[in-house]
């Protein structure tokens, strides 16, 4: 069982920046894919970014703006958010995948934390 808590959501402005933290218990953490998602108000769930053994990868709506890194001695997987723009208001997710899959969906995730909400005002 994997327990994860994100932290580091709030108000922030456009043009701002965020770090989100994302502690998971367990510990084999490191051989761990860790996914970010976030969620608009009536919108589906999107993938962020996904850091694991081989690399980062990111959605084309936030490369060049986040970064996703992880400390495997702290359980962690952080993802700073620069240059924030109103559109990228949400509730953001970390995941944990202890398996295989393609990690640009939400489908080989078996672990979810339970949310922090970033908010981008203009």
């Known amino acids: 069982q994997v327990q994860l808590v994100e932290s580091g959501g709030g108000l922030v402005q456009a043009g701002g920046s965020l770090r989100l933290s994302c502690a998971a218990s367990?510990?084999?953490?490191?051989?761990?894919?860790m996914g970010w998602f976030r969620q608009a108000p009536g919108k589906e769930r999107k993938f962020i970014a996904y850091?694991?053994?081989?690399?980062?990868y990111y959605a084309d709506s936030v490369k060049g703006r986040f970064t996703i890194s992880r400390d495997n001695a702290k359980n962690t997987v952080y993802l700073q958010m620069n240059s924030l723009k109103p559109e990228d208001t949400a509730v953001y997710y970390c995941?944990?995948?202890?398996?295989?899959?393609?990690?640009?969906?939400?489908?080989?995730?078996?672990?979810w934390g339970q949310g922090t909400q970033v908010t981008v005002s203009s």
């Open positions: 995941a944990a995948a202890t398996g295989t899959g393609v990690f640009t969906t939400s489908v080989p995730y078996n672990y």
């Open positions: 850091i694991n053994w081989s690399g980062a």
């Open positions: 367990g510990r084999t953490f490191s051989t761990y894919a």
